[in-house]
Structure formats: C-alpha cells, structure tokens
C-alpha cells in the first residue's frame, strides 16, 4: 500500500470540515472524492483504539452515495482484536451496514455530528447488528482526542 501520511493534518482536517458549509464540502468531495476518501479511509486503523476493540471481531462496511453515477462507493472496515484494516469493495460478510451521504460521513467522522443524530433524521441507515452499529464510533478516536488510558 502507498504511503498513508495524511496530506492534513487530521485535526486541521476536523476544523476545516466544521466550518466549511454543506455545498463547498459537496463541490470538494465531487471535484477529490477518490483522494478524501481515500486518505480517510487510509487513516482508518490510526485512529482505532486498541483497548476498546482488544475482544472485538467485526466487518464494518460504509456505502456512501453521492457519486456522479448515482451510486456509491463501499469500503469494509475490518476490526479484529485491536486491529483495524480496510478493503475497498470487500467481500466479506458485514457485521453491520452503513448507508450514509458524503457530506455527512465526512461530518461523522471529523465528529463534527454524531451517529444517533444523523441515525434519527434519517441521514444514515444501518443494517445488520444494530447493538454493534451503535457502538462502532466510540471505537475511533476523533480527531484532537487522546488515546484512551487503557485497561
């Protein structure tokens, strides 16, 4: 695999997508939506926290629409006893499912809004293990945040 260094900084990244109105991050993602979601998604198994997913096994699998072609692009997120990795159309069987537009993955996972939130407007759908599903973000450390002290 490439380099994974983020081009920026993940918490200049969160910032920047607070206060950046719906329609620029929209025009972003269609102008560079290979390259965020990519550097997203690359950056992934960084941000997982070891100590809350030490007994963990789970297929995590994102669709996130708005392509030009009306369709979306699906990504796996592999989480295995305190280890995270990804696979672009994956083929594995997905523990839970995320169905979710651009611009607000790209807010859920700067943390600038929170699943139940985007879950109870009918901004995201999730299919499969509901119980895992809304666990799964507390597995991540948003950007800004500390490791967690272990355990």
Avoid: K
């Amino acid at each position: 695999m490439a380099d994974s260094s983020p081009l920026i900084d993940p918490a200049q990244y969160a910032a920047l997508v607070r206060n950046t109105p719906d329609d620029q991050l929209a025009a972003g993602l269609r102008a560079n939506r290979d390259l965020i979601l990519g550097q997203i998604f690359g950056q992934m198994a960084d941000h997982l926290d070891p100590d809350r997913t030490r007994e963990a096994d789970a297929v995590i699998e994102w669709r996130i629409g708005g392509r030009d072609d009306g369709g979306h692009d699906r990504y796996q997120v592999i989480v295995s006893r305190g280890t995270c990795s990804i696979e672009r159309e994956g083929d594995r069987e997905p523990s839970a499912t995320f169905t979710i537009g651009p611009v607000e993955f790209l807010r859920l996972v700067t943390g600038n809004v929170n699943g139940p939130e985007l879950f109870m407007t009918g901004r995201i759908t999730v299919e499969g293990d509901l119980m895992l599903a809304a666990i799964v973000q507390s597995w991540f450390r948003m950007p800004g945040q500390r490791a967690s002290a272990g355990a």
